[in-house]
């Protein structure tokens, strides 16, 4: 079966602070992995995504295949950054698969 | 720069009541979703859409769903008879590419089923 989890509904860190998000997948093929980020009263968006392997905002995604996991990184972080993020897995078809969502708040 | 929109932002109906749910994707993408989120819930594939058809659909899409691309813009959700359950946030997205590209997702509609 295909499935995201995320193993944390909330995560506080204060600003400076490492932050890592985590994500687990499972799913037998080769998949496409995402963080999509929902900042207050704004729309879901793609943050990253593994096979472009570059930096977004300072946050990093490795993709872990012997671990199936993709967990969310970022070195200090920023007031700004709290947001909801999303995990997700895209299959062979074209749909999305996502996590519950990890709410990240950065305290001053 | 352009953005998926959706109407209306919130909708409120009564059980067993039809209600559409509609999108305008970015204009030059060939690719269509709907996904919705329960409170409290994740976000669940609902029907992709390609080309005047669906690609694919999930279980909960069943026969009281359909989708449909009246024009060159607008793109429907259609529940014939709303139950209790169905009140969620529904996401339209849309994609340039599908296959996994990028999906760009609308402000969402809160349907709230009474």
């Known amino acids: 079966a295909q499935r995201v989890t995320q193993p944390e509904k909330l995560l506080s860190v204060f600003k400076g602070a490492p932050v890592e998000l985590k994500c687990n997948y499972s799913?037998?093929?080769?998949?496409?992995l995402f963080w999509y980020v929902q900042y207050s009263r704004q729309r879901l968006q793609l943050l990253l995504r593994?096979?472009s392997r570059e930096s977004i905002k300072g946050f990093t995604a490795d993709l872990n295949k012997g671990e199936t996991s993709f967990h969310l990184k970022k070195p200090f972080a920023q007031e700004e950054d709290s947001a909801m993020y999303y995990c997700?897995?895209?299959?062979?078809?074209?749909?999305?698969?996502f996590g519950t969502g990890t709410r990240l708040q950065v305290f001053p | 720069e352009p953005e998926v929109t959706q109407t209306p932002s919130h909708q409120v109906t009564q059980m067993g009541q039809e209600v559409i749910l509609r999108c305008v994707p970015i204009?030059?993408?060939?690719?269509f979703y709907w996904y919705r989120q329960i409170l409290g819930q994740k976000v669940e594939f609902l029907v992709s859409?390609?080309?005047?058809?669906?690609?694919?659909k999930s279980e909960i899409f069943d026969d009281q769903f359909s989708v449909e691309r009246p024009d060159g813009s607008n793109f429907t959700l259609k529940i014939r008879s709303t139950k209790l359950e169905d009140s969620a946030m529904y996401f339209c997205?849309?994609?340039?590419?599908?296959?996994?590209?990028?999906?760009?997702f609308g402000p969402g509609t809160r349907l709230t089923v009474l």
């Open positions: 997700a897995l895209s299959s062979n078809t074209d749909k999305l698969i």
């Open positions: 799913y037998s093929g080769s998949p496409e």
């Open positions: 593994h096979i």
């Open positions: 204009s030059n993408h060939l690719y």
């Open positions: 859409f390609y080309n005047n058809e669906i690609s694919e």
């Open positions: 997205a849309s994609d340039l590419r599908g296959g996994q590209g990028e999906q760009f």
